[in-house]
């Protein structure tokens, strides 16, 4: 069974930064996409960041291109979101995921596996 475990968010002032990291097991994590997802109190979770299994695709929702970047060590099945310029809203709980499609879209249901998430706090 594929587990992922999400670690790295905290409480930061607007224009800080912060590293997310999403560590897989069970199988290797270059069997997998990976994509970041985040969820703000009273709205749906919302597409962050994906990468493809080598490493060398990545796309990102408009809210965050130029401040954030996913990233991959496969050798180490861990998965990364730097988050730079940070934003109060930016403030919501931050989850990996990982999907087993070829290319998946930037929907939430073509994603298999799913981390507890981690909560990340933007301060102004």
């Known amino acids: 069974q594929v587990q992922l475990v999400d670690t790295g968010g905290g409480l930061v002032q607007a224009g800080g930064s912060l590293r997310l990291s999403c560590a897989v097991s069970?199988?290797?994590?270059?069997?997998?996409?990976m994509g970041w997802f985040r969820q703000a109190p009273g709205n749906e979770r919302e597409f962050v960041a994906a990468?493809?299994?080598?490493?060398?695709?990545?796309n990102y929702a408009d809210s965050v291109k130029g401040r954030f970047t996913i990233s991959r060590d496969n050798a180490r099945n861990t998965v990364y979101l730097q988050m730079n310029s940070l934003k109060p809203e930016d403030t919501a709980v931050y989850s990996c995921?990982?999907?087993?499609?070829?290319?998946?879209?930037?929907?939430?249901?073509?994603?298999?596996?799913w981390g507890q998430g981690t909560q990340v706090t933007v301060s102004s």
């Open positions: 069970g199988r290797t994590s270059s069997a997998y996409y």
């Open positions: 990468i493809d299994r080598r490493g060398r695709s990545t």
């Open positions: 995921a990982a999907s087993m499609l070829v290319r998946p879209g930037n929907g939430k249901s073509d994603y298999n596996y």
